[in-house]
């Protein structure tokens, strides 16, 4: 029996993961324990959780695997600053100290770490490096449903590559070829992330959904001066433009003299046109660059199963396109494609390439759903719902499940607590709030009300497999919301010559379809296909809300407010259900109303969390 402890860290999103003789056994983000979103520190909390999930102690663990190279890392920095130098000497300043007193001897930091979980671990060649967009590269294909695939890793920067190209075959993977730094397409779409003023490795996505609200008239001043671009989706960066290779900010003043605007100030500034034709603008060229990528890899290598990893294949609008064009038969994109679930990918890595390990099940998609983080018991949940003084009511599962469909139905906001925590961004069902998507008020409400966050916000629905084909324009599966599809031209609604006629923010409050709660501005929608068999409970409500409404779509978003971490545990979900305006909240068999709680339990949880 063969257990492999994968470990991400000091960068963002720390994780750790654990499988046993090349299975997914568990897998979790730090930032759930902790509850300071996309935490960097050594993931404590995450490895312990894996290791009593599995029943193990550290000792049992054969090998650990770390998913970068600290030395190729600082090797980099230290030619970049070379390479840029004078310019940059005060970032330099700042970094060095930290990199040469903990970095550069991440070995002995690690097992430092390692024995604050077991005294006796005392074993240091047990600690094995990975490399950075390998881990990316091996979370994407060895969980895939492909015996043989092409590998697309995109992201900010691992040590040198920031896009790397791999084919998978068997147990067997190897990377063809690599961009390097300081040529990414994740930092110049953090670039821009910056320069409208959203925070960078954490607000990407809200440049995403706010592209819709804009025109791309940017894109050739884009592709003109910032980026060259070839036929085939390589490109180099003009860094005349940028300030991330050796400054403190992604861009400078030549950049925004190029765009006639300083960075949006993010506590200062409203969001305008002009961000939102900006927003439209990257992405488009983001879309461009990912489907020539594409393209010209089917061409050169002629496989028909593509998987993504890496930040960058969170940008789920860009995926969607890849789908619509049918470049390759199949897609398959790793739920924790950023770096998360480069711990996961550093484990498998090791299982099969270094020890030359088959893979099993093949043919099917082994991240069982992404439910791999904390599961509680009914008694563990009652335990807790005692001690806090909570007002509850202990259902059978069919009960419970009509009763919360009802309700969803009559317009309530529903936190929804059960099985395992998912690994990734997204809350898949089991950490989510629920709504109508019917509904052409609910966007607005579980924006401003349940997640404080801004209204342009789009939300996902989550439809029964068997009925994505009737509602969206989708005919594939979408288990991890990574597919961005548009709205079945039969369930969109006309929009008077009136409404034609407005643009930007205005467009927000448009009914545009019979569900208009999970249909963005542009018609589209960011697609969670359900299954019975990877989560019945969720699947079961979803029925039978269409059982109510003849509607087999549910809103879902995850179980959080802005800035806060997705809950971990039901002391978390509470907390954010008496802080916010969530109607009713089931964790477990457990049946919660807002209006039946102790007034003195709720809190003030606006201010609990630094905003995002």
């Given at each position: ?544 809300f269409k059982e109510i409404t003849n509607c087999p779509v549910l809103i879902n978003t995850s179980f959080n407010i802005r800035g806060e971490p997705i ?46």
């Amino acid at each position: 029996m063969t257990y492999i402890l994968g470990i991400s860290a000091f960068y963002h999103d720390s994780a750790a993961s654990l499988i046993k003789d090349g299975e997914i056994i568990a897998a979790a983000q730090e930032e759930r324990f902790t509850r300071k979103k996309h935490d960097s520190g050594y993931p404590k909390n995450a490895v312990n959780f894996v290791l009593n999930f599995a029943k193990i102690n550290l000792s049992q663990v054969n090998h650990i695997v770390f998913y970068e190279k600290p030395f190729l890392k600082f090797e980099r920095l230290l030619e970049t600053y070379v390479a840029f130098a004078p310019k940059g000497f005060s970032s330099f300043a700042k970094a060095m100290p930290i990199w040469l007193r903990e970095k550069l001897f991440q070995k002995k930091l690690i097992l430092d770490y390692l024995k604050s979980h077991d005294n006796n671990f005392k074993d240091e060649n047990k600690i094995l490096f990975s490399e950075h967009h390998l881990s990316h590269a091996a979370s994407a294909f060895y969980p895939s449903p492909f015996e043989e695939a092409i590998i697309l890793t995109a992201d900010g920067v691992g040590e040198w590559a920031t896009t790397t190209v791999a084919i998978g075959n068997g147990d067997k993977l190897e990377i063809k070829k690599e961009l390097h730094f300081p040529h990414s397409l994740g930092l110049l779409y953090s670039a821009f992330t910056y320069y409208t003023g959203f925070k960078v490795n954490s607000g990407e996505y809200k440049l995403m959904g706010l592209a819709p609200y804009g025109k791309p008239i940017y894109v050739d001043q884009i592709i003109n001066n910032l980026i060259d671009l070839k036929e085939d989706g390589t490109f180099i960066l003009n860094q005349k433009y940028f300030n991330y290779s050796t400054g403190l900010t992604m861009t400078n003043d030549k950049f925004d003299k190029l765009f006639n605007n300083p960075p949006r100030k993010p506590d200062k500034d409203k969001i305008t046109q002009f961000h939102m034709d900006i927003a439209a603008s990257i992405q488009n060229v983001t879309e461009k660059i990912m489907l020539r990528l594409a393209k010209s890899l089917k061409e050169e290598y002629k496989l028909n199963n593509l998987c993504l990893a890496g930040g960058v294949a969170l940008n789920c609008v860009a995926n969607g396109k890849i789908l619509k064009e049918k470049i390759f038969e199949n897609i398959w994109v790793q739920p924790a494609a950023g770096d998360a679930g480069g711990s996961l990918g550093a484990a498998l890595a090791f299982w099969h390439i270094d020890l030359n390990q088959k893979r099993k099940n093949v043919f099917k998609d082994n991240m069982q759903g992404a439910y791999l983080g904390n599961f509680f018991s009914n008694d563990e949940i009652k335990k807790t719902l005692d001690e806090i003084g909570a007002e509850f009511i202990k259902k059978d599962e069919d009960e419970l499940i009509e009763k919360t469909a009802l309700e969803i139905s009559n317009g309530k906001a529903v936190g929804w607590f059960q099985g395992r925590m998912e690994f990734g961004p997204r809350a898949l069902g089991n950490r989510s709030i629920l709504g109508d998507p019917r509904s052409d008020k609910m966007q607005k409400n579980l924006n401003l009300k349940v997640k404080y966050r801004e209204s342009f916000r789009p939300f996902a629905p989550s439809v029964l497999k068997e009925d994505v084909s009737n509602w969206f324009e989708l005919n594939t599966d979408s288990p991890y919301m990574l597919f961005v599809s548009n709205i079945k031209k039969e369930k969109t609604l006309d929009m008077t010559d009136e409404q034609k006629k407005l643009f930007g923010i205005d467009l927000l409050n448009i009914k545009r379809s019979e569900i208009p709660a999970v249909t963005h501005v542009d018609y589209s929608a960011r697609i969670q296909t359900v299954y019975q068999n990877t989560n019945e409970r969720y699947y079961k409500l979803i029925k039978k809300f269409k059982e109510i409404t003849n509607c087999p779509v549910l809103i879902n978003t995850s179980f959080n407010i802005r800035g806060e971490p997705i809950v971990n545990t039901p002391q978390d979900a509470f907390n954010c259900f008496m802080g916010t305006d969530l109607d009713i909240l089931v964790i477990g068999d457990y049946y919660l109303e807002k209006d039946k709680q102790n007034e003195n339990l709720k809190r003030d949880y606006k201010k609990q969390f630094e905003l995002d």
